[in-house]
């Protein structure tokens, strides 16, 4: 089986779009009550940046893969998978456009990990509770949805790695970047 496969790339792609999706209704819906000596206090994604950012991230990440799976659907009917020289702009497009999405997507996962961190073991100095001894489903679905959203960027990493192989099979392997004459 080609792993250059269109069919290979849509079900990447359908994966990565539904961890993605999958994380931002976990992050972007938990939220957790408790009653804290006189007050009642909430904690919401709302509540630390970087989880915000998550949200956002892999929202536009979710939409973006959506759009290739649609578009790289119709347009590599179209052609039918014979490389012409003429769609090396498309490629080179979407090979940047995927390797964009999955470092930002990495950046995101990355920042909202380190902050989670600093929520689980709290900050003496900076005078941070530990909210995760009080909210501990708050804390272990964050925690999942985190799991889930690095296995998305693996997800993309991959889908990366058949972009790179879809654009460089365009280029003669004797010379550098020289597209192939046949």
């Known amino acids: 089986m080609d792993l250059g496969s269109p069919k290979i ?7 990565a779009i539904l961890l993605l999706v999958l994380v931002a209704c976990l992050v972007g819906l938990d939220s ?15 509540d630390l940046k970087a ?19 649609i578009s790289r659907g119709s347009f590599l009917a179209r052609y039918k998978g014979s490389f012409k020289s003429s769609y090396r702009y498309v490629d080179w497009g979407c090979y940047l456009l995927d390797q964009t999405a999955v470092y930002i997507t990495f ?25 995760c001894n009080k909210f501990t489903r ?11 959203s690095y296995i998305a960027c693996a997800f993309m990493g991959f889908i990366s790695s ?6 460089f099979r365009l280029y003669s392997p004797k010379h550098f970047l020289l597209l192939k004459t046949n």
């Open 51 to 69: 989880l915000q950012a998550l949200v956002y991230v892999n929202s536009v990440a979710a939409c973006y893969n959506l759009i290739q799976l």
């Open 162 to 167: 058949i972009s790179a192989l879809n654009l």
């Open 138 to 148: 708050f804390c272990d679905q964050i925690g999942g949805a985190l799991i889930c």
């Open 107 to 131: 950046a995101a996962t990355s920042a909202a990990l380190e902050h989670s961190v600093l929520v689980v073991t709290g900050a003496e100095a900076m005078q941070w509770m530990k909210w």
């Open 32 to 46: 957790q009550t408790k009653s804290l000596v006189y007050l009642e206090k909430t904690v919401t994604y709302k």
């Open 9 to 15: 790339e849509a079900v990447l792609r359908l994966c």
